[in-house]
């Protein structure tokens, strides 16, 4: 079983850039799954913000690919998200998750203020 | 990018009830790649469903899914207490992976 922990500021400022990473325990990371970012807001709901898959390959989806860059770092079982010139649109709880496009597991969550 | 819709937004039950759950796609998804997930307050979505009908090994056997190409269904019989909880389909046919809004069941 996959074991996922989010973690980072909780606050960002508008136009600055949002930092998350996701630890994993439990399963190496090269086991085929794809790591994913998806995040949560009441105005959004559910939004897949992308997915790193073979530690090569990475797609966004086109609403955040100008902005977007995700990582996997294989040796420190961790991969991250950057977000940048974030708007108060882009709070929300954010998740890591894990799957072959479904998502089987999941982190807490971890919610991301914009405010200034 | 595919578009879910989701029916009813509410659904008003009691334990014991059944539940049917609607995910309706804009086109068709690619290879019936369609998930549901629950939701309860607080918590991360969980799987229940996976390639429109494939039920992973935690999760119960009162939930069943199938459909296919853009109408898609989850049933839920016999709620328990437990199962009063939002419910998301997904698509990963093609990226972008979207997610329908949700339908709330609610104990009535």
């Known amino acids: 079983q996959v074991q996922l922990q989010e973690s980072g500021p909780g606050l960002v400022r508008p136009s600055e850039t949002l930092s998350l990473t996701c630890s994993i325990s439990a399963q190496s990371l090269s086991t085929g799954y794809q790591w994913a970012w998806i995040r949560q807001s009441p105005g959004k709901g559910l939004e897949w913000i992308g997915s790193t898959y073979r530690s090569d390959y990475t797609y966004y989806n086109p609403s955040f690919e100008s902005r977007v860059t995700m990582s996997i770092d294989t040796s420190r079982q961790y991969f991250s998200l950057r977000l940048k010139s974030v708007t108060a649109a882009d709070s929300a709880v954010y998740y890591c998750?894990?799957?072959?496009?479904?998502?089987?597991?999941w982190g807490q969550g971890t919610l991301v203020t914009v405010s200034s | 990018e595919i578009v879910l819709t989701q029916s009813p937004a509410t659904l008003s039950l009691s334990p014991g009830d059944s539940a049917t759950l609607s995910c309706g796609a804009s086109?068709?998804?690619?290879?019936?790649?369609v998930a549901w997930y629950q939701q309860r307050p607080g918590l991360a979505p969980r799987l229940l469903i996976y390639?429109?009908?494939r039920r992973p090994t935690n999760s119960p056997d009162r939930f069943s899914g199938s459909g296919s190409g853009t109408d898609f269904t989850l049933s839920i019989s016999r709620l328990e207490p437990e199962d009063f909880a939002v419910y998301y389909c997904?698509?990963?046919?093609?990226?972008?992976?979207?997610f329908g809004p949700g339908t709330r069941v609610d104990m009535k």
């Open positions: 086109q068709n998804v690619e290879r019936n790649f």
């Open positions: 998750a894990v799957g072959f496009g479904s998502f089987d597991s």
């Open positions: 997904q698509q990963y046919g093609s990226p972008p992976f979207t």
């Open positions: 390639d429109a009908s």
